[in-house]
Nanobody
Framework: QVELVESGGGLVQPGGSLRLSCAAS????????AGWFRQTPGKEREFVAT????????YYADSVKGRFTISRDSAKNTVYLQMNNLQPEDTAVYYC???????????????????WGQGTQVAVTS
């Protein structure tokens, strides 16, 4: 079992920045992938970014590429999402996810991840 705890959400103005953190505990594994998804009311959970933990290879949704950066601190078993130039359309509940690394075609599929955090709200508004 792996537990994920997110932090770092909040309210920010357009153009601002936030950094989300996701601390993992329990039976973590270097052969896992760890990533971020987001969801707004009435919509399906949407892929944001993910990382192959062992290699550090990263993948991003087109909508956040160049603005968001996923990174990890292996010593702390923590994955981060640095979000810059935030826009109102980035408003959502952000979820951390982890699990055995999916095949490449499934990396962006939330159904391919075993473990989920509780979510943290990000609101971008003027």
């Amino acid at each position: 079992q792996v537990e994920l705890v997110e932090s770092g959400g909040g309210l920010v103005q357009p153009g601002g920045s936030l950094r989300l953190s996701c601390a993992a505990s329990g039976r973590t594994n270097r052969n896992y992938a760890a990533g971020w998804f987001r969801q707004t009311p009435g919509k399906e959970r949407e892929f944001v970014a993910t990382m192959r933990w062992s290699s550090g290879v990263t993948y991003y949704a087109d909508s956040v590429k160049g603005r968001f950066t996923i990174s990890r601190d292996s010593a702390k078993n923590t994955v981060y999402l640095q979000m810059n130039n935030l826009q109102p359309e980035d408003t959502a509940v952000y979820y951390c996810a982890a699990g055995p690394t999916p095949i490449a075609a499934e990396l962006r599929n939330p159904g391919a991840y075993y473990y989920w955090g509780q979510g943290t709200q990000v609101a971008v508004t003027s």
